[in-house]
């Protein structure tokens, strides 16, 4: 059982920022992830472009280098990959962090990799574990059929296919777009009466207008009842269910925290929110030596933080009083994405 002065589970790049803090003040941190490096990141559909420009997705003061005026998925993930080398961080992906417990002076956390479950000790433990992995699923028959999926890929993969879009925000309506671009016929299926205010201006009335012209189908005010092969049954608040046919389905629904693992390490949450009871200085949870950064630290109301803030968190776990007042100047002084 080997042991690491800080273990942080979660290796975005919240997570490696908090790295960066540690390493900077002499602590060691070991870094792991159920995934690969910036496994979010990953996940994004390949050529997409952030909103935000470089300078505030950049951590330990190294900058980004684009192409154009914001960076696309690639160039960050060769961004993220780049700072972990030349900052020398000891990285451990495909290393999901099951539980932990807190024994006298230390932590014990018990990770599971391809080969097999092992034990560790720490410290402090750091999550910053995000949302990215645990989609918010419909709970309907069919949602584990193979030609459904929680995440978005590449649009030209639907080429004259019928592809159904689940949901009504960013990811939705972008995906709905892109599909019908790439040559799909496209229904987009909403459970609200209308798209939400906080869709990016560019977003909605571009989809608005894809709608009146007839070029993609929308379904509002309608929940999905069942999916089968090759067709998605739905059914609107006030009518008749009705089968739409489907090739692929997009069930693009959110994400959640994994809610289940910080009760599991004795975390406070709570009941209404499921925001963690910790110190906003430190942030620092109930359990002593267990720390929480990034978005997971809102609980539900994960879009309160993001890349361009959480960057910061690292300096309130492993910084000393002048570092964390910075950090919450630098947080406060730091404005939301336009639409997001």
């Known amino acids: 059982m080997s042991h690491h002065p800080a273990i942080i589970a979660g290796a975005g790049p919240i997570g490696l920022a908090c790295a960066i803090s540690a390493r900077r003040r002499g602590i060691e941190p070991l870094v792991l992830d159920a995934g690969p490096l910036v496994n979010s990141i990953v996940h994004y559909p390949p050529g997409m472009m952030f909103f935000t420009t470089p300078e505030r997705l950049e951590i330990g003061n190294h900058p980004i280098v684009c192409a154009g005026p914001k960076p696309t998925r690639e160039e960050a993930m060769m961004y993220y990959r780049g700072v972990a080398r030349v900052e020398e961080l000891a990285v451990r992906t495909w290393t999901r962090l099951v539980t932990a417990e807190r024994q006298k002076d230390r932590i014990r956390c018990v990770v599971e990799t391809a080969a097999g479950v092992d034990e560790l000790t720490t410290d402090r433990l750091v999550l910053a574990t995000g949302y990215f992995d645990h989609p918010n699923r419909l709970h309907v028959p069919g949602e584990n059929l193979p030609h459904v999926s929680h995440y978005f890929d590449e649009a030209h993969l639907s080429w004259g ?50 709608l009146r012209a007839g070029e993609i189908q929308g379904r509002f005010s309608t929940n999905v009842v069942r999916i089968d092969p090759g067709w998605v049954t739905i059914a609107p608040a006030d009518g008749v269910e009705e089968r739409v046919p489907a090739d692929r389905v997009y069930a693009l629904t959110g994400f959640t925290p994994d809610f289940a693992l910080f009760r599991g390490l004795g975390i406070e949450l709570d009941p209404g929110t499921d925001r963690p009871r910790l110190d906003p200085e430190t942030l620092e949870t109930n359990v002593p030596g267990i720390y929480m950064a990034g978005s997971i630290a809102s609980g539900r109301a994960i879009s309160e933080v993001f890349i361009e803030n959480g960057r910061y968190d690292g300096e309130k776990i492993f910084g000393d009083v002048a570092g964390r007042r910075r950090a919450r100047e630098l947080y406060a002084a730091t404005p939301r994405p336009l639409g997001e």
């Open 161 to 210: 296919l019928d592809v159904v879009v689940v949901g009504g925000k960013n990811s939705a309506v972008e995906a709905a777009l892109q599909l019908f671009r790439a040559g799909a016929r496209v229904t987009l299926v909403y459970r609200g009466a209308a798209l939400k205010p906080s869709v990016k201006y560019w977003l909605g009335p571009d989809l608005t207008n894809r």
